[in-house]
Nanobody, 113 residues
């Protein structure tokens, strides 16, 4: 059974920081391309950041310089460090594995004062 479980979402003020985690099981985590995506109400799901099994990272222009994606293969865990958060970052954040083959159920991030 493949399972991706996101955690770490919550309410933060603009300019604040938050770290999301995605715990993976049922896959050879170290071999998988991983990514973070987000979906705001009424909008399409969009790419946030990706990381390859070799550690290469890519970011959407909207988060570049503010977010950092990383992985800990020993812990089968994907992370997203979010800094300088903006209200427009408010969304449900989803973890994906294997070029969007698997998905977690998401964790809500709300950026509001």
């Amino acid at each position: 059974q493949v399972q991706l479980v996101e955690s770490g979402g919550g309410l933060v003020q603009p300019g604040g920081s938050l770290r999301l985690s995605c715990a993976a099981s049922g896959i050879d985590f170290s071999a998988y391309f991983m990514g973070w995506y987000r979906q705001a109400p009424g909008k399409q799901r969009e790419l946030v950041a990706t990381i390859s099994n070799s550690g290469s990272t890519r970011y959407s222009d909207s988060v570049k310089g503010r977010f950092t994606i990383s992985r800990d293969d020993a812990k089968n865990t994907l992370y997203l460090e979010m800094n300088s958060l903006k209200p427009e970052d408010t969304a449900v954040y989803y973890c994906s594995a294997g070029y969007m083959h698997y998905w977690g159920k998401g964790t809500l991030v709300t950026v509001s004062s």
